[in-house]
């Protein structure tokens, strides 16, 4: 059981300190169990969208410094646990710590978003790119993070680790902000695929051990985001993102279970199959039948409502949930959004949206 | 055949003053005709790949100022069959002359794009916008530069006229400017469906009258764009987009050859088979064989090189063609990228794709 003392991270290791779990519906799920009703957690459920959340990131001064604060992160990522009753927590973090811990930081502009001065042109980059690193020292922020949530939450629900996936880090480490076309990138990986591999092997590799120092901080779960998977095209897809998501599947699979957000890679879901994930989060735009039909029944299934449904009404909201319940057919499937929750909806219609799928029976 | 003074727009109908098509590949093969080879053009070809276009953009003073004036926008239009030997020629205009032409101009801000001072939010805006308008008068420009290309052109290729779908349109007019989620126009969408109707029924009226005037002064194809089709649901995208672009389909269907380009919308394919259009363009995310399998063997595709390819070396950028036109596997085609090419593409390497295409026999 949960002391008050501060908890260090080597104590924490499998959890052995803390409380049994209370909520299972999530873990259940994600290893085969049978279960009575569908678990919900909803990406990007502690920020903005809260009031709460936008009260304790202001007392941090910035976003970045809300992420390296272990006490205000942890505020923030039991928030939607108290105020949704969502079936898990997920660590507030950013994936943009890996590239910084590796060498490259990012600045986060308000209105832009996070913007890397130093970016991946050319081979001696890719050699600046650190991976012999001390992760439980560069990323202790993050660590202890994890390890002093476990310990708020107590065992209510489980919690999510998380980390973007190699491709969508390399992108950024490219492209240096967000693009519409994200031709920086491509571009490199069409006329360089060398160079990208090697960073790529070096990003993986960090990620690996990023992940495992996770769940020895007390991750219960590990999300991958390969938030930029949609914009290659599948056999560029398929060269460059699926193998290292392999790997890391590979590398974790006796450890927690692995969700894997390739989104909007609908043509490589396919490969997804043979990977060693538990889970695969689909968008808005990969229909469900297709997903199962191409996942196959072994796999979990998550997502996959539309963010912007939680702008309609209440009475819509309701009915475009139990639509996609419907659509799930009994299956194993993890209710979630397509994508994050957009800021600037109305914490009672993400309610609704969390509320609909608990009251759903299977 | 053309003569040198100068043509009127009335007297262009059914180009029946101008040069019998010498270069029939495109419209022999959208209209079912056995072609020994693939037809070829490449959208964005008349744009800043060409340096001769970047001299004519600089003497124009802005692309706005390009856009409104015919005799260098016909010049601009020609220079890719010139240089590259295209089996088509585009007229050389924008999707967003027709909001402007319906009341709500743009304005063209160079390292962000267009934006609208004026947006649509509510139902007075839609009322605002003008559908009982002459388009021969506020759209006089577009039309004076198809005739005077397709006089200029004198028959060495067809000249495709086009316009933004409807949804594309509306999109614009509500975001006011790109957008990474477009989380604006979905959220209209779901929360005042009766308002977006309203607006995509003027849109659309206007859109066929002026797709209308096009092939009256010359266009001998017309191309919708729905760049952003990809953004939406299917379920949404079939109930905004789709009826829109079938009744456009439906008003042009004795008129000239249709291609419509459902960007990224390849959840809504199957829509499209029983659509007036001739042709189905695709991005590079959808794959050839599944595409044709949700359109039927009637209609042509059009598409669908990665853009980005081009950044590859000459022989890579072969390879990837050859396997493209591999996988049309005789069937009706139309080679093209699966999006515009990007300007920072060495023309070369654009000549080496159109190239690659025309030494192909079927």
Redesign the interface.
Known sequence: MPTEQSISLTNLAAGNMVAEIKNKVLLDTLNGEKTSRYPVWVMRQAGRVLSEYREVRAKAGSFINLVKNPELACEVTIQPVDIFDVDAAIIFSDILVVPEAMGFPYIMEESKGPVFPHTIKNISDVEQLEDKIDITDRLHYVLQAISLTRKELNGRVPLIGFAGAPLTILTYLIEGK?S??F?EA??L???QPDLCHKALEKITHVTIQYLKAQVNAGAQVVQLFDSWA?IF??E?YNRFGVPYLKRIGDELQNSVPVIMFPK?A??SLKEFSGIQAKAIGID????IAEARNQLGAGKVIQGNL????L???LH?IRQQTLKMLGSFAGNRHIANL??GV?P?VHRDHLKCFVDTVKEFNI
């Not at 808005?284 to 229909?287: A, C, D, E, V």
Request: hydrophobic letters at 20%.
């Open positions: 967000g519409k076309t031709s491509r571009k990986l069409y006329t949609g095209p599948a560029q909007g609908w043509m808005w735009n990969t229909g539309d963010p912007c449904t702008y309609a009404n819509d397509g994508h957009y600037d």
